[in-house]
């Protein structure tokens, strides 16, 4: 019913900038939150970004001050501005959303993801 699609990953050298877009469509009445997780080989999936209807976004402590989450509402889509990349932040990287549909069934779905490598 919800599908979210990613866009945006690739190669860049250290020092470089990335953006990441993520936009959810199919059945929604309203999303209420959209986040940016990110896996490493052989890590854990961590949280990286998420916005919701409160002012302050929530980043993870390794990327504050260098990324920047943003969202266009109307456009179910979410944005991850990424500057000063560091080799540590290649990953994939999927995108979350979650909100309600019509009749208020509730959906939490995820991207396939984007790779996101960063060269030293």
């Known amino acids: 019913q919800v599908q979210v699609v990613e866009s945006g990953g690739g190669l860049v050298q250290a020092g470089g900038s990335l953006r990441l877009s993520c936009t959810a469509s199919g059945n929604i009445v309203q999303v209420n939150a959209m986040g940016w997780y990110r896996q490493a080989p052989g890590k854990e999936r961590e949280l990286v970004a998420v916005?919701?209807?409160?002012?302050?976004?929530t980043y993870a402590a390794s990327v504050k001050g260098r990324f920047t989450i943003s969202r266009d509402i109307a456009k179910n889509t979410a944005y991850l501005q990424m500057n000063n990349l560091k080799p540590e932040d290649t990953a994939v990287y999927s995108c979350?959303?979650?909100?309600?549909?019509?009749?208020?069934?509730?959906?939490?779905?995820w991207g396939q993801g984007t790779q996101v490598t960063v060269s030293s």
């Open positions: 979350n959303a979650d909100g309600f549909g019509p009749d208020y069934y509730t959906f939490d779905v």
């Open positions: 916005i919701t209807g409160s002012p302050t976004p």
